[in-house]
């Protein structure tokens, strides 16, 4: 065959491949780019409420909305929108790395006002253990057993990992751990140091963080319930321990003003967080292993989700605002333990 | 002379048996062991999960964009490439060297440094932001960024492959046509662009290899974003992030063989090329 | 007569910098700049903070479990290289020309697609992986073993195809000589054959430790990113911007870079001293 002649065909099987490659970009008619930022863990759930939403934009507007979506740990997808990501929604894990999004001037408008103080979901830090729970984990006072090996990711990238230590360091203020005595912070201090030293990897966020545990590494992952629960839904066998004493993890979801202006985003977007406090996207949530905030969703899922003993909020830290200074700053107590732990290594 | 002349043993002994063994065991175990896996991994649900996988609209889009890059940069490298393999050949000027050496940088950042190196440059927090912003240019965690880092990483493989090829070129033939009247440009493309053709697929083929295979670099700068900067590497990644295993494998498998069809397709058209001249087959066992 | 005034029309050629301008432009936009602003934002807090940041425990064990891996690479592939293309081309037997073919494919198969062909083989998951966790107590997947597997598979074609023609263009005349003078065949090896590969091998080892050094795709799927156990330095990079510490990504990034242009450098010398093959 000709040398030109092979030429073309490549050519034309190539023009053929791209066509056919061009996955519903096409537009036709009124349509709409969002674009999401969201934290690991609830992915399941969004790429399952994304659909119905575009149902619901559809029938209520005529505009079809194309979402785009990224997740990463909470806090590095932060730093990513601070650094250029145009994200038009965040759905993170805590309220300090929406703050830092609203201080960096990217969100002007007050996100907590409203029915909700702009949490659209909640969580509780609870640990997965293998199958038949062989290491008899029952409590926190077991992290700090020799010989336990444990798994939490980085506080330092990871706001599941923070949400881990506040769940730990609050039951021992709160005198709920064996051993501990209540309102003694150089007792819970230790407690923290003896399980941040029984901790052998510390990874970049909650979902790196289960998906080591599942590939054979540790005794127990310090996580969300919501992790557990997605992993068993998919098959995994590990089972999920509930302490008597807990935090609850609250995940807001906020508007980014800067973005949605310059994008002419901002109906929707608003629309879409609206809708994600509506039954059915709870309901969603609910089914992908997360505590809800709409009453009626959660009143319907709770043979799902176990009250805890003892409960608590970041409020009894004195908000997160005092908790990134007091624990997670330079001078904070988790700082201080983990050089510990690393120099003691 | 073939090789069973050449060599003076006709009867292999059982030293070299083993040794052949050995290597037919390697080659086995490290090459097409994983392979057979992926296929086997790929199609352990059968055929159907396979097909929906590899039709779905996110591996679509993603591949869409891998071969939308890939292209670009196969056409800016066809020109750049070639002009500046041709310029460090036949031209001499004070710097050469130096520019000559900088070529090779690529090949020594790996994937990440060059996505991170981006970042600085383009990111929100760099010098030239406030400059892109009102251009209303975004460069990192969009497509151009994805762009850019796969044009870095391939930079040197078209000019390496071009210039011994242009060192080679038969200058009597340029000569000629010059003494018969030729412009520069006829000489160019009748006399000098066809010996460079061989040259020239190579060195595309392996440029197009590569930015189908990139993921370090496209992920640091692209971010993964689902729908703007996930390119096919980046999509098998999320999905086994997102344990969903079969999709992971069946999109693997395709791009694999994708990869190897290009090789395959190179071939092919060097045949052509080859089979015109009379000269020996190359050394190259390929 | 004619090619000096060719010769000279070429060199004075002002129109030549029509061509010469985009391509030192595109050359030093694409490729300088970035290289030199990592440099700048690695050390922008002078070399003590540089010291520091490499020296922490992760980032320290990360650029040495880079380094040790990367050697026991190159040493599998220099030795196994060596002896896949010694009976690539003195040997004939059933099935060679297919084999041959086969050892092109880890050039052509993009190195995230390698990373999950080892994990489907040998991760923990599955009954190979169970049987050496149980049997002997070894695992390949997450674990070191791992790394250096995906990388030897990544690199092998570099070390086999650097020798093999070297090995193809060999006067064989000094090798039957001493066969009739009654060495050895291993004699013979080792003293005229081998001399005359040492260069290429070397090269293509070279070569392929460099490649190594930056591996990311396949390391990060086949081995995780388990900080203190697999996370090599590129991984170690690549978690440190997602964490925002841009001096250790930086720093670290230097790092890399100096050892994959140093290695690159010196086979780039030996190459053009002793003028090996291609």
Known sequence: MKYQTKILIVCMFLAILLASCDGGGSSTGDEVR????????????????????????????????????????????????????????????????????????????????????????????????????????????????????????????????????????????????????????????????????????????????ILNYERGIGDLAITYENEVLVGRNSGQKYELVIPTSTIVIENPVAVVDANVDKHGTRDVAEAFVAFLYT???????????????????????????????????????????TVMVDYFGPEGIYTRVIQQVYRGE | MNKKQMGFRKKKSLAEWLLILLVVAFLGVLIIGPIISLILGAFDNGLMPVLRSITSAGFRRSLGLTLRISILVVVIQLLLGTMIAWMLVRHNFPGKTILNGFVDVPFAVSGVVVGYMLLLLFGRTSMLFPFLDRMGWRIAFAPPGIFLATLFVCFPFMIREMVPVIENLDRQQEYAAATLGASGWTRFWRVIFPQLRSGIIYGLTLTIAR????????????????????????????????????????????????????????????????????TARLKNPK | ?????????????????????????????????????????????????????????????????????????????????????????????????????????PMAIPSLVTGIMLVILYGPQQTLG????????????????????????????????????????????QERAAATLGASPWRIFRKVVLPALVLPTLGGSLMSFS????????????????????????????????????????????????????????????????????
């Open chain 1, 34 to 209: 969002l674009v999401l930022g969201a934290y690991t863990t609830p992915r399941e759930a969004y790429n399952e409420i994304m659909p119905k939403f575009q149902e619901y934009w559809l029938e209520e507007t005529g505009q079809r909305v194309i979402f785009d979506a990224s997740y990463l740990g909470s806090g590095a997808q932060s730093r990513a929108v601070i650094d250029g990501f145009e994200a038009d929604i965040v759905a993170l894990s805590l309220e300090a790395d929406v703050t830092r999004i609203q201080q960096a001037g990217l969100i002007t408008h007050d996100w907590k006002a409203g029915e909700y103080n702009g949490i659209v979901t909640t969580s509780i830090v609870s640990f997965a253990v293998r199958q038949g729970n062989p290491k008899n984990i029952q409590d926190w006072d077991d992290l700090a057993k020799t010989g336990i090996e444990v798994l939490t990711p980085n506080p330092l990238m990871s706001g599941g990992a923070m949400w881990n230590v506040l769940g730990l360091y609050g039951a021992a203020l709160r005198g709920q751990i064996d051993g501990v005595p209540a309102d003694d912070h150089t007792a819970a201090e230790d407690f923290l140091r003896q399980v941040l030293t029984n901790v052998s990897v510390m990874d970049q966020n909650a979902r790196d963080s």
């Open chain 3, 1 to 105: 007569m004619n090619l000096a005034l060719l010769r000279r029309k070429e060199r004075r050629n002002p129109g030549a910098w029509i061509l010469r301008l985009p391509s030192i432009l595109f050359l030093i936009l694409v490729v300088i700049i970035p290289v030199v602003v990592i440099f700048q934002d690695g050390l922008r807090e002078g070399f003590d903070t540089f010291f520091y940041q490499i020296n922490l425990p992760i980032a320290r064990h990360a650029i040495i479990l880079t380094l040790w891996t990367s050697t026991l690479m190159t040493i599998i592939n220099a030795v196994m290289g060596l002896i896949t293309a010694y009976v690539f081309v003195r040997f004939d037997f059933p099935g060679k020309r297919l084999l041959n073919a086969i050892v092109d494919l």
């Open chain 3, 211 to 278: 490649r190594a050094v930056g591996e990311f795709s396949a390391i990060v799927i086949v081995a995780g990113n388990i900080p203190l156990r697999t996370q090599t330095a590129a991984v170690y990079v690549f978690s440190q911007v997602e964490a925002e510490n841009r001096l250790g990504a930086s720093a670290v990034s230097i790092v890399l870079i100096l050892i994959s242009f140093s290695v690159l450098f010196i086979a780039n010398t030996l190459h053009k001293r002793w003028g090996a093959h291609r």
């Open chain 2, 211 to 278: 930015t189908f295979g990139e993921f370090g670099a496209v992920l640091v700068v692209g971010g993964g974003i689902q729908g703007r900067t996930e390119t096919a590497t980046v999509y098998i990644f999320r999905s086994m992030e997102e344990r969903r295993f079969i999709e992971a494998y069946s999109a693997a498998l395709l791009l694999g063989i994708f990869s190897v069809l290009i090789v395959l397709i190179s071939d092919w058209l060097k045949s052509s090329l080859e089979n015109k001249k009379s």
């Open chain 1, 279 to 321: 039954r059915e996207a709870q309901d969603i949530f609910a089914r992908h292993g997360l505590r809800v905030v709409n009453p009626e969703s959660a009143a319907a899922s709770a043979a799902l989700y176990p009250e805890v003993e003892d409960l608590f909020t970041v409020d009894y830290f004195g908000g997160w605002d």
């Open chain 3, 130 to 173: 169970v049987f050496l966790m149980e049997r002997f107590g070894f695992r390949i997947v997450f674990a070191s073993p791992g790394i250096v597997m995906a990388l030897v598979f990544i690199t092998l074609p570099f070390v086999v195809r650097t020798i093999q023609p070297v090995l193809e263009d060999l006067d064989q005349s």
